[in-house]
């Protein structure tokens, strides 16, 4: 062992000892500098939490006076519990013989001044519907569909693939496990930018609505803080899909949106010249004759939907934000993943 000695004041010194003790100082320093930094996010997120239950409470208050003409349904067939707990990302196959009974399915059509509520045999909400009613928000929002650049996935070796084309204006953490910008609001920045900028208000009305109609979905939402240089694009969700479908016979196929929250609503709104496209939904064996400007919250990552045929020109717009998401804030931010607890409720 190294000895050194320092007769004038301590006698005989451990270097090695001394080393260790200087680290273990350095260490418990960074633990205290990081309790601070850690302090300080957590009373800053209590800030917003505050500020996040006051703005339910004032679109509580709006939604007494907004939506009066409410038809309310209850299906007893199905129960928001028992889709969370069957939920897989993976992709899945309906039953043939609930296939086979889409045309006795029941369908909806809503007055203009009408909304829609359908919970489950559980009382969890599974749909709900209320126009904008605002006819010049609807037509901005169709003119920027129309204006965005084509897609790089339209055309295949300069072969053109579809009428159909999509667009994913997203902050999300697809294969990642950090949040991150979409390639395509990446690869066309500025027009992708100025399109969310424009219809700014269309989001504000969705978010508005899943505060009124799912208000711990909108805190959780707007809780947690993303990554450096990143912000929530469409109101309280991450990101929104634009689809510029036309009577494209791509809009029928049925799909799930698994990638999605499982403990979140995404909102759909459509726009355009055009009849048809009603948005069928099967496991709740409901067609819903949507018409332009109807706000649609529901939790796409559990029920599967398709539309019908569409005649003349539909552009639609669905805002979202993704379940791996979640999972950022978790190792993050310690949230409480409630799918993992889904079997033991």
């Not at 993976?90 to 009974?101: I, Y």
């Not at 991150?180 to 700014?200: R, V």
């Not at 400007?293 to 939790?299: A, E, L, T, Y």
Request: include cysteine; glycine fraction near 6%; hydrophobic fraction near 35%.
């Amino acid at each position: 062992m190294r000895i050194r000695l320092d007769a004038a004041l301590n006698g005989p010194v451990d270097l090695k000892q001394t080393r260790r003790t200087q680290h273990r100082k350095h260490e418990t320093y960074l633990v205290l500098a990081a309790m601070v930094h850690s302090s300080k996010k957590r009373k800053k997120r209590e800030r917003v939490k505050a500020e996040l239950k006051r703005r339910i409470k004032t679109l509580q208050r709006l939604a007494d006076c907004q939506h009066r003409n409410i038809k309310e349904i209850k299906l007893h067939h199905v129960a928001l519990g028992d889709l969370r707990r069957r939920w897989t990302q993976g992709r899945t196959t309906l039953d043939p013989m609930l296939l086979g009974r889409v045309p006795s399915f029941r369908r909806i059509h809503l007055a203009p001044n009408e909304s829609l509520c359908i919970k489950g045999s559980d009382d969890g909400l599974l749909v709900y519907v209320s126009n904008i009613c605002r006819h010049d928000l609807m037509e901005r929002l169709y003119q920027s569909i129309i204006a965005l650049p084509t897609p790089d996935h339209y055309h295949y070796r300069g072969i053109k693939r579809s009428e159909y084309r999509t667009w994913h204006f997203c902050v999300w953490a697809k294969y990642s496990k950090v949040p991150f910008l979409s390639k395509e609001l990446k690869d066309n920045f500025e027009s992708g930018m100025k399109f969310l900028q424009d219809n700014a208000k269309v989001f504000r009305s969705l978010s508005g609505l899943l505060g009124q109609v799912a208000p711990s979905v909108f805190e959780t939402f707007q809780l947690y803080p993303l990554p450096d240089d990143l912000e929530r694009l469409c109101g309280a969700w991450l990101g929104c899909a634009i689809n510029h479908g036309g009577n494209s016979p791509n809009q029928t196929n049925v799909h799930r949106d698994a990638s999605e929250a499982l403990y979140g609503y995404s909102g759909l709104i459509s726009c355009g010249n055009y009849t048809g496209g009603a948005l069928v939904l099967y496991e709740l064996e409901t067609i819903l004759e949507l018409k332009s400007g109807d706000m649609v919250i529901f939790p796409d990552a559990l029920i599967n939907h398709s539309n019908e045929q569409v005649q003349g020109d539909r552009c639609s717009l669905v805002a979202f934000t993704q379940e791996n998401v979640y999972n950022y804030w978790a190792r993050r931010y310690n949230l409480t993943l409630r799918r993992k607890m889904r079997y033991h409720v």
